[in-house]
């Protein structure tokens, strides 16, 4: 039997006890041997493993330990549930012969090298459960050690993300198409651009634009045929400044008004002053 013993000094140990009838040579009973021994240690360490069992079964995450031969000494209530192994079914199985593995980002033999260099080992893996479905598991596997720190195996940890890596499938998806779009959509406007400089660059009409204080910031080329300025003298000029003085009060109100109304064009008529010094009526838009 086994139970709790007291010693002369009222300390108490857990023993495994042992009675054997003594008879002598004529088969007659003359007494009994009493072998007692000292298993407190025995019992502490199974009561670890119990208890460490426990928490193993209460943790919501797949829990997997294998002995240094890769046989399988633990597989807890959730690897039962997402695995669709009960714990008989595998239990003393080698691993490799229960569970199909992929390695997406590292190779097995690299997992077993940083394992035995660092003692861990964590990173994404794919398992097939018993009936052939994919599920996609971020894993945490450390050596298992005695008290002597001597490697006796390893246990794994593995966390379901099969839903976040098809959600990070359908991002990606998404912005592979939105990336596609906007190089579409940016070849699109440069070659509308482009089109449109040209179109500027070789029109016989002067197209300015100019900022909210009317200064030029852009001049296109056929301004120097049309009223003699270079586009480097147009450049950062205030537009009403080279306007007939008569016309200055009509072409500033105009184009406070656009300011003001920034969908609506208006039309413009006045007179500008040639680099000649003479005097020209233009006709624009703003």
Excluded at 20 to 33: M, Q, S, V
Excluded at 160 to 173: Q, S
């Amino acid at each position: 039997s086994e139970g709790f013993r007291v010693r002369k000094d009222g300390s108490v140990f857990y023993a495994n006890v042992v009675f054997t009838p003594l008879y002598d040579d004529n088969n007659k009973l003359y007494g009994y041997a009493k072998v007692t021994r000292d298993i407190t240690e025995k019992q502490n360490a199974e009561e670890s493993l119990r208890y460490m069992a426990t928490i193993a079964d209460s943790i919501q995450d797949p829990i997997i330990s294998s002995d240094n031969n890769s046989f399988i000494t633990r597989w807890n209530d959730a690897a039962e549930k997402l695995l669709e192994w009960k714990s008989e079914e595998v239990s003393g199985k080698n691993i490799d012969s229960v569970l199909s593995v992929y390695y997406p980002n590292e190779t097995k033999s690299e997992i077993l090298i940083c394992l035995q260099q660092k003692g861990r080992w964590q990173g994404e893996l794919v398992y097939l459960t018993k009936t052939r479905k994919r599920i996609s598991v971020l894993v945490t596997e450390s050596q298992l050690k005695d008290s002597n720190a001597v490697v006796t195996g390893s246990i794994v940890v593995a966390k379901d993300i099969t839903e976040r890596k098809k959600t990070e499938g359908a991002l990606a998806k998404f912005n592979r198409e939105l990336e596609l779009r906007v190089n579409e959509r940016t070849e699109s406007i440069y070659k509308n651009e482009v089109l449109f400089c040209s179109m500027v660059e070789h029109s016989n009409d002067v197209f300015l634009r100019v900022d909210e204080k009317f200064a030029v910031l852009f001049c296109s080329p056929s301004a120097e045929r049309v009223v003699g300025w270079t586009v480097e003298e147009m450049s950062q000029e205030v537009l009403p400044t080279k306007a007939h003085p008569d016309d200055r009060p009509l072409l500033e109100n105009k184009l406070c008004e656009s300011i003001a109304n920034p969908e609506k064009m208006l039309r413009l008529l006045f007179r500008h002053r040639h680099k000649n010094g003479k005097y020209s009526w233009l006709e624009g838009s703003v």
